[in-house]
């Protein structure tokens, strides 16, 4: 019995750390996927050991399977609460809102304004880059002025240069 809970406390850890890994190798933090790495695999191995030495019964390989699946879920409420990197959001408007660009402005968001062409009048569009962790902020702000506003958020792979990183930093130090 003491393995079968050493197997499902093992997958609980395993699990989330592969999921962190796998988003810090597709963000570019090589060093800490490769300390996460060294650290899944030992992990891995000695819980798969304890599946597969012994007797090998049904409940511990069910009970590997089921710490996977609940690792998941746990690995992916982690990264949520991390919200490693940055978005990209579009929003598009009726009427230009200066009080939104402002408030959004002043809140340390990199506002870029555009005038296009919509099927019935013109748009205002809005370019705002932040860090993922400010999203439900930026959202919120946007929901409050422009209830009827027409969003669009995404990861970007990469940026340089622009007023945005001055500012990025400016907001982290208050």
């Known amino acids: 019995m003491l393995n079968i809970l050493l197997i499902l406390l093992l997958q609980l850890l395993y699990v989330p750390i592969y999921t962190l890994r796998t988003i810090f190798l597709v963000k570019n933090m090589s060093t800490l996927a490769a300390i996460l790495g060294i650290i899944e695999m030992l992990i891995y191995v000695f819980g798969l050991s304890l599946v597969f030495g012994g007797d090998q019964s049904f409940i511990a390989m069910f009970v590997y399977a089921l710490g996977f699946g609940i690792g998941i879920i746990l690995g992916t409420k982690i990264e949520k609460k991390l919200a490693i990197g940055y978005i990209n959001v579009i929003v598009n408007t009726q009427n230009k809102n200066t009080e939104l660009i402002n408030m959004l402005r002043n809140n340390g968001f990199g506002v870029t304004t555009y005038i296009g062409e919509g099927r019935d009048s013109h748009r205002i569009r809005m370019e705002i880059l932040t860090k993922r962790n400010r999203e439900n902020e930026l959202l919120a702000t946007i929901e409050k002025f ?28 208050n």
């Open 146 to 173: 422009e209830p009827k506003a027409f969003i669009i958020s995404y990861e970007p792979r990469q940026f340089k240069g622009g007023l945005l990183l001055a500012r990025l930093k400016k907001h982290n130090k």
